[in-house]
């Protein structure tokens, strides 16, 4: 099993070493160095491009892209507060110039929901976003790495193979994270799944080392000959979820005990006010099949509220001669923070 977690660190992942950095901020007051619509910035990138998408009280609008770009947020806060915010991101493909989002990444956005507009956009990371809606790939569109995303829909894989979802919170109204799948090459793995019924439409996944918190009952014309490893399924010791569910085959898994959040209730809607780490006393504490804790906060990439990644800011400006005469320099002593990609 430890090569499943092998396959997230080796996951593809190419910079080019001569890309710009793009400033983008539609607050009014922005250096004037900074662009202030995404999607103009978008227009003028190269391939291999980075966006730095400052945050803001306004969204950024709707944003498509059809070429490899990186594009960083603040990170998330669960709430409609400052963020780098998208209200939809459309990944499509232009035929003049040929061109292809393939091998872009969107990290610390806060996004409606993200589609794929075309077939063959491949090798896609998605990490440390906020969405208030789900993900859609389109068809052929193979390689994508989906961790440490707060996801409050679900996410449409259209039999697509090589996905790795690990390490995300879904808190979904559809009662299902993922729909449209029967590939064995898709991994799900280390999540917490709140209002769990059962994976649409899914076979032959390998779902290993997740928390579900369940409110239905299976129905194995909807999951079946999935393999489950060393996952919790709770709801209450009266009305129990089977672990692994009808219809699918495992091991190791821990049917209906209180995963014992550190301070958070074990059933009922999420609460982005608890902390959902588990308790020295949890059936899953250390009980993973990589020896770390089932769940979100396990594996190799644990999950990190509010998005793993920031973007540069300066913090203090400081004048050290602020009394001069005409001619001479103005000396600024600046701290900032590096961008933590």
Same mark, same amino acid.
């Given at each position: 099993?430890?090569?499943?977690?092998?396959?997230?660190?080796?996951?593809? #992942?190419?910079?080019?070493?001569? *890309?710009? &950095? =793009?400033?983008?901020? +539609?607050?009014?007051?922005?250096?004037? $160095? @900074?662009?202030?619509?995404?999607?103009?910035?978008?227009?003028?990138?190269?391939?291999?491009?980075?966006?730095?998408?400052?945050?803001?009280?306004?969204?950024?609008?709707?944003?498509?892209?059809?070429?490899?770009?990186?594009?960083?947020?603040?990170?998330?806060?669960?709430?409609?507060?400052?963020?780098?915010?998208?209200?939809?991101?459309?990944?499509?493909?232009?035929?003049?110039?040929?061109?292809?989002?393939?091998?872009?990444?969107?990290?610390?956005?806060?996004?409606?929901?993200?589609?794929?507009?075309?077939?063959?956009?491949?090798?896609?990371?998605?990490?440390?976003?906020?969405?208030?809606?789900?993900?859609?790939?389109?068809?052929?569109?193979?390689?994508?790495?989906?961790?440490?995303?707060?996801?409050?829909?679900? #996410?449409?894989?259209?039999?697509? *193979?090589? &996905? =790795?979802?690990?390490? +995300?919170?879904?808190?979904?109204?559809? $009662? @299902?994270?993922?729909?449209?799948?029967?590939?064995?090459?898709?991994?799900?793995?280390?999540?917490?799944?709140?209002?769990?019924?059962?994976?649409?439409?899914?076979?032959?996944?390998?779902?290993?080392?997740?928390?579900?918190?369940?409110?239905?009952?299976?129905?194995?014309?909807?999951?079946?000959?999935?393999?489950?490893?060393?996952?919790?399924?709770?709801?209450?010791?009266?009305?129990?979820?089977?672990?692994?569910?009808?219809?699918?085959?495992?091991?190791?898994?821990?049917?209906?005990?209180?995963?014992?959040?550190?301070?958070?209730?074990?059933?009922?809607?999420?609460?982005?006010?608890?902390?959902?780490?588990?308790?020295?006393?949890?059936?899953?504490?250390?009980?993973?099949?990589?020896?770390?804790?089932?769940?979100?906060?396990?594996?190799?990439?644990?999950?990190?509220?509010?998005?793993?990644?920031?973007?540069?800011?300066?913090?203090?400006?400081?004048?050290?001669?602020?009394?001069?005469?005409?001619?001479?320099?103005?000396?600024?002593?600046?701290?900032?923070?590096?961008?933590?990609?």
């Amino acid at each position: 099993m430890k090569k499943i977690f092998l396959m997230v660190i080796l996951f593809p #992942i190419t910079f080019e070493a001569f *890309s710009t &950095i =793009i400033n983008v901020d +539609n607050n009014p007051n922005r250096p004037n $160095s @900074y662009v202030g619509d995404l999607q103009l910035a978008v227009n003028s990138a190269s391939s291999g491009d980075t966006l730095y998408v400052y945050p803001s009280n306004t969204s950024y609008g709707t944003i498509s892209i059809n070429k490899r770009l990186y594009l960083f947020g603040k990170g998330f806060d669960g709430t409609q507060g400052y963020v780098s915010r998208i209200n939809y991101l459309n990944l499509d493909t232009a035929t003049s110039p040929a061109t292809n989002p393939s091998g872009s990444s969107f990290q610390g956005l806060t996004i409606n929901s993200l589609s794929c507009q075309k077939p063959n956009i491949t090798n896609i990371i998605v990490a440390g976003n906020y969405f208030n809606g789900g993900i859609t790939l389109g068809y052929n569109c193979s390689g994508w790495l989906i961790i440490n995303n707060y996801v409050e829909n679900n #996410i449409n894989l259209n039999s697509n *193979s090589s &996905i =790795i979802i690990s390490n +995300n919170i879904f808190h979904s109204g559809y $009662s @299902y994270p993922i729909s449209n799948s029967n590939s064995s090459s898709v991994i799900f793995s280390h999540n917490l799944v709140v209002n769990f019924y059962y994976l649409y439409q899914v076979s032959n996944a390998i779902v290993t080392d997740n928390i579900f918190i369940c409110s239905g009952s299976t129905n194995p014309s909807y999951m079946y000959n999935n393999i489950f490893y060393n996952n919790i399924s709770w709801r209450t010791t009266l009305n129990p979820y089977a672990m692994p569910p009808e219809a699918n085959i495992g091991s190791g898994n821990k049917s209906n005990q209180d995963p014992q959040f550190m301070t958070a209730l074990s059933s009922g809607d999420f609460d982005i006010t608890k902390d959902y780490h588990l308790k020295t006393s949890s059936p899953g504490k250390n009980a993973a099949t990589d020896g770390t804790d089932i769940g979100p906060y396990g594996g190799s990439n644990p999950f990190v509220w509010g998005g793993s990644f920031t973007i540069p800011k300066i913090t203090e400006a400081n004048i050290t001669n602020p009394v001069i005469n005409v001619s001479t320099p103005i000396n600024v002593n600046v701290k900032a923070t590096k961008a933590g990609l």
